[in-house]
C-alpha cells in the first residue's frame, strides 16, 4: 500500500509563564535548564472543590486573606458565586499554628468538617495523616485517634448521623467517637500480610484502589476488602543512601505469574461487630475484586475478574438475607477496561458504576463492539440498553440526572476531547456542550444536579485555564485560573511552532503526529529530530496540549520534536485499534512506531543521520525496543525507567495485556527489550531511580549484564534512592534533565 504522509496547518504555539527573575534574564527570549528550574515559571493550579446541597453550592480550600500562609474553607453559592467564609484559618489553630488542609469533608447534615493535614505518602499518594473534626455548631476543633502515632490514619468517614467516624490504622479498621474518643477496633488480624480496608501495592497501581471500606447508608454494616498477601513475593529495595549501613524496603510485590494475593469482602453488622464473609464464585486467589459499592441499605454491588481480566461480573448481596445473585457478566477476548485510560481522566478512581433511575440501573462502558460505548443495565432483570449509538468512542463518563448523561469525546479528531449530552433512553439524539471557541482538551467537574461545572481548557495554542460554568449553557461564572502572567511571560520568549498531521505506514496505518518545529523554521535546511514515545494503552501522547518547557528549550537549539500515537495507545479510533496491542506489546506498537518515523523522515527538512528518541517507564521501554530493533533508524536512545524484561513486572498490568507466561512464554520474550540488546548500535543513556517501587532497578541491571555480555557500550545513570518519578531530593529533576540535553546535544548535535 502506498505511503501518505499528510501536513495540516501550522499552528503558532502559545505557553504561558509567570516571572519572577530579573529582566535581564527574561529579556533573552531563550530557554536554559538552570532557568527552568529557578522557579519562573510558575504555574496557577485550582484547590480541590465538594460540592454540597445537589451541586447549588460547593466548598473549596483557599489562602487566608488574614493569616499569611494558613488556609481556610470557602463557601460558593453556585448560581451566583456568592462567597462566604465557612472555616476560617484562626479556628483551626492548633498550638498557635494553623492546620494545612490536604483535603476535607462535610458531615451528611453539614454540621461537621472532617479536616485531613500532616499526611504521608503510601505507595504513589499521601494517603496516611491525621484527621481532625471541626464542629461549626460548637465551633471546637478535636483529634481523632489521638492515642496513635502521628500521620497514621487512613480514609475517615462521618457516619450518617455524624456521631462517629471510622478509619483506617495499620491494616485494621476502627470507630471512633469523635466526642468522647471512645475508640473500637472493628478488625483485629490485620498486620501487613493480611490488609484489611486499603490495599497492596499492586491494587493501589493497577485498579486506583486506596480507600478499601464503605459504610452502608443507614450505618448499619460496614463492607471492605481483606487481601492475603502473605504469599506475595517480597521485593527488596535498597536505601544506600540515609545512614552508614545499608536498609533493606521490602515492598509486597507480585511479579507477572505469581498468583495474586487472596481477595475477599466482609460485611461488618454494626450492631453485634461480627463479620460475614460474602462467599463469591471462585478460587480467592485467581479472581479480583476491584469494586464495591452500596446501592441502598441492603444491597451492596460487588465486581470480581477472574485473573486474566477478560471476564467482569457484577454481583448483588442482600445483607439481611444472604442473598447473592449476578446481576451482569461480560466478557470479551483481550481484556476488559474498568478504569478507561484517557487525557480527560487521570486514570485513577473508585470503579463505582454510576446508580440512575431512582437506583434501579447502572451505567456501564464497554467494548464489545467495534466503539466503546456507554450501556445502562437495569438491575432486576439485567436488560441492557444502548445509551450512546453512535459510531464513535466515549472516551469517559461525567454525571448522569434522571434523564441524560454527560460525556466526553471527540468523534472527529482522536488528539481532542469535548463534553457532549445524550439522554438514558438511547434515541441517539446528542448534543455537543463545549463551545467552538474552546478547541484542544477540555475536561469537566460537573455537579450532582448536571447544572454546573469546573471546566478544564488547554490546547497548543492556550494554556490551561479554569472556570466555573453553568450548564448546559457553558456560560462562564467566575474564572477560578487564568493564567493571565503566563500569557504576559509568553511575548518574552522565542516560540516554537507546533502542527498535527497524519502518517500511513507501510501496512496502511495512519497514525496522529505532533510535531514541534524551531523558531525561524525553515525547509531548506537540515535539522535534527528528537521523538518523544510511550505506546503503551496508558497513554495518548499526540494531543492538542500544551507542550512544556523542555520541548521549547529542545526546539529553540533546534530540534525538531516529534510525538506519535501507535495502535495500542488510547486513542479514539475504535476498539480493534487499542486491542490489537493484546499480547503484542514490544512489538505491534515498536513496528509501527518505527514505520511511522520512517515515512516522516523522507521529508527533506529531516536528517535521517540525526534522529534521537526517548521515553519514560512505557516510553523508556518503547525507546530501547526501537534502539534495539530499528537502529538504522534512531541513533541515539535515552531510556528512563525502563521495563527492560516483561517478566519482572507486576502481575495485574503485564497479564492484562499479554495473558499468562505459564500459557504463552514466547510473547513475553518476542516483547521484552532485553531480547534484542545484542543489536545496540547507537547510543543509548540509562536512567534509573534505585527506589523505584514500580519498575524496579532490576530492570537496568537485567539490560546492563545483557550489554556487558553482547560487549555493547553505553552510559547509564542510577538515582540514589529515587522512585519511578525521580523527583526526590534537591536539584534532582534539573540534574536529569540537563544530564538528557547534554547527552542529546552531544550525540545528535544541532547545526
Same mark, same amino acid.
Given at each position: 500500500m502506498s505511503t501518505i504522509f499528510k501536513i495540516l496547518p501550522i499552528v503558532v504555539l502559545l505557553f504561558n509563564f509567570s516571572t519572577t527573575n530579573a529582566q535581564a534574564i527574561t529579556d533573552s527570549g531563550l530557554l536554559t535548564i538552570d532557568r527552568i528550574y529557578s522557579g519562573e515559571f510558575q504555574? !496557577?493550579?485550582?484547590?480541590?472543590? =465538594?460540592? @454540597?446541597?445537589?451541586?447549588?453550592?460547593?466548598? /473549596? #480550600?483557599?489562602?487566608?486573606? #488574614?493569616?499569611?500562609?494558613?488556609?481556610?474553607?470557602? +463557601?460558593? /453559592?453556585?448560581?451566583? =458565586?456568592?462567597? /462566604?467564609?465557612?472555616?476560617?484559618?484562626?479556628?483551626?489553630? $492548633?498550638k498557635d499554628k494553623s492546620l494545612s488542609i490536604k483535603s476535607f469533608s462535610l458531615s451528611p447534615d453539614g454540621s461537621k468538617v472532617l479536616i485531613f493535614t500532616n499526611t504521608s505518602r503510601v505507595w504513589r499518594s499521601n494517603t496516611k495523616g491525621d484527621y481532625w473534626v471541626y464542629d461549626l455548631n460548637a465551633k471546637t476543633l478535636k483529634q481523632l485517634g489521638a492515642s496513635f502515632e502521628p500521620s497514621s490514619l487512613m480514609f475517615a468517614k462521618f457516619s450518617s448521623d455524624h456521631k462517629y467516624v471510622y478509619y483506617v490504622h495499620r491494616f485494621n479498621i476502627y470507630k471512633e467517637n469523635y466526642k468522647t474518643s471512645e475508640v473500637t477496633q472493628l478488625t483485629f488480624d490485620g498486620d501487613g500480610k493480611i490488609i484489611n480496608g486499603t490495599f497492596d501495592w499492586v491494587y493501589e497501581e493497577e485498579f486506583g484502589k486506596r480507600d478499601g471500606f464503605s459504610l452502608s447508608p443507614s450505618d448499619k454494616h460496614i463492607a471492605f476488602w481483606q487481601l492475603d498477601a502473605s504469599k506475595t513475593g517480597t521485593f527488596y529495595m535498597i536505601n544506600n543512601t540515609d545512614s552508614i549501613y545499608s536498609k533493606l524496603i521490602p515492598i509486597q510485590y507480585p511479579k507477572v505469574g505469581q498468583e495474586p494475593s487472596a481477595a475477599k469482602i466482609g460485611i461488618i453488622n454494626l450492631t453485634t461487630q461480627q463479620t460475614t464473609w460474602i462467599p463469591l464464585e471462585g478460587n480467592e486467589k485467581e479472581n479480583y475484586i476491584p469494586g464495591i459499592q452500596w446501592v441502598h441499605e441492603d444491597l451492596l454491588f460487588i465486581q470480581q475478574m477472574n485473573r486474566l481480566q477478560n471476564q467482569l461480573i457484577v454481583w448483588s448481596y442482600t445483607p439481611s438475607t444472604q442473598r447473592l445473585s449476578k446481576v451482569y457478566t461480560e466478557k470479551e477476548d483481550t481484556w476488559i477496561d474498568l478504569i478507561y485510560p484517557d487525557v480527560s481522566s487521570n486514570g485513577w478512581g473508585n470503579n463505582d458504576l454510576p446508580l440512575v433511575a431512582s437506583g434501579d440501573s447502572f451505567l456501564r462502558m464497554t467494548e464489545n463492539d467495534e466503539w466503546r460505548h456507554i450501556y445502562k443495565v437495569n438491575i432486576a432483570t439485567g436488560a441492557k440498553t444502548l445509551v450512546t449509538p453512535f459510531n464513535f468512542d466515549v472516551a469517559s463518563m461525567r454525571t448522569a440526572t434522571n434523564s441524560d448523561i454527560f460525556f466526553i469525546a471527540s468523534p472527529d479528531n482522536s488528539t481532542q476531547r469535548y463534553l457532549y449530552t445524550t439522554d438514558l433512553k438511547g434515541k441517539g439524539k446528542i448534543k455537543r456542550i463545549t463551545p467552538d471557541s474552546f478547541s484542544g482538551l477540555n475536561n469537566y467537574n460537573?455537579?450532582?444536579?448536571?447544572?454546573?461545572? #469546573? +471546566?478544564? +481548557?488547554?490546547?497548543?495554542t492556550t494554556t490551561r485555564t479554569v472556570r466555573f460554568i453553568s450548564l448546559p449553557s457553558h456560560k462562564t461564572l467566575k474564572t477560578l485560573v487564568d493564567n493571565k502572567v503566563f500569557t504576559e511571560k509568553l511575548a518574552t520568549l522565542t516560540l516554537p511552532k507546533v502542527h498535527f498531521s497524519q502518517v500511513t505506514t507501510e501496512e496502511g496505518i495512519v497514525i496522529d503526529v505532533r510535531m514541534v518545529l524551531p523558531p525561524n523554521f525553515d525547509t531548506s535546511k537540515k535539522y535534527p529530530v528528537l521523538f518523544h514515545v510511550y505506546g503503551e494503552p496508558w497513554r495518548q501522547v499526540a494531543i492538542d496540549s500544551q507542550i512544556g518547557l523542555w520541548d521549547i528549550l529542545m526546539a529553540q537549539k533546534g530540534y $525538531? &520534536?516529534?510525538?506519535?500515537?501507535?495502535?495500542?495507545?488510547?486513542?479514539?479510533?475504535?476498539?480493534?485499534?487499542?486491542?490489537? #496491542?493484546?499480547?503484542? @506489546?514490544? $512489538?505491534?506498537? /515498536?513496528?509501527? !512506531?518505527? !514505520?511511522?518515523?520512517?515515512? &516522516?523522515?523522507?521529508?527533506?527538512?529531516?536528517?535521517?543521520n540525526r534522529t534521537c528518541v526517548w521515553g519514560w517507564s512505557g516510553g523508556g521501554s518503547m525507546t530501547l525496543n526501537l534502539m534495539f530493533q530499528f537502529p538504522d533508524i534512531y541513533k541515539t536512545g535515552v531510556s528512563i525507567a525502563a521495563v527492560s524484561n516483561q517478566l519482572i513486572y507486576d502481575n495485574i498490568y503485564q497479564e492484562r495485556y499479554m495473558g499468562l507466561p505459564q500459557e504463552n512464554m514466547e510473547d513475553f520474550v518476542k516483547g521484552s527489550p532485553v531480547t534484542y540488546a545484542k543489536n545496540l548500535e547507537g547510543n543509548l543513556l540509562i536512567i534509573h531511580g534505585t527506589a523505584d517501587d514500580n519498575v524496579h532497578y532490576q530492570s537496568?541491571?537485567?539490560l546492563i549484564n545483557e550489554l556487558i555480555k553482547e560487549n555493547k557500550e553505553f552510559q547509564m545513570m542510577a538515582y540514589p534512592n529515587r522512585s519511578h518519578g525521580i523527583y526526590e531530593g534537591k536539584n534532582t529533576r534539573r540534574h536529569l534533565y540537563t544530564l538528557m540535553t547534554n547527552y542529546i546535544l552531544k550525540n545528535t548535535p544541532p547545526n
Open positions: 504555574r !496557577q493550579y485550582e484547590r480541590d472543590i =465538594q460540592w @454540597i446541597e445537589n451541586g447549588e453550592a460547593y466548598v /473549596t #480550600i483557599e489562602s487566608s486573606t #488574614i493569616l499569611k500562609g494558613a488556609d481556610e474553607l470557602v +463557601h460558593y /453559592t453556585s448560581a451566583t =458565586q456568592k462567597r /462566604t467564609l465557612f472555616v476560617a484559618a484562626d479556628a483551626l489553630k $492548633v460537573i455537579s450532582p444536579n448536571g447544572l454546573y461545572a #469546573i +471546566h478544564t +481548557h488547554q490546547s497548543t $525538531v &520534536i516529534i510525538d506519535m500515537d501507535n495502535r495500542g495507545t488510547p486513542c479514539l479510533k475504535g476498539s480493534a485499534w487499542r486491542k490489537s #496491542i493484546y499480547r503484542n @506489546i514490544g $512489538v505491534i506498537n /515498536t513496528r509501527d !512506531q518505527a !514505520q511511522a518515523a520512517k515515512e &516522516i523522515l523522507k521529508l527533506d527538512y529531516l536528517d535521517n537496568a541491571e537485567i
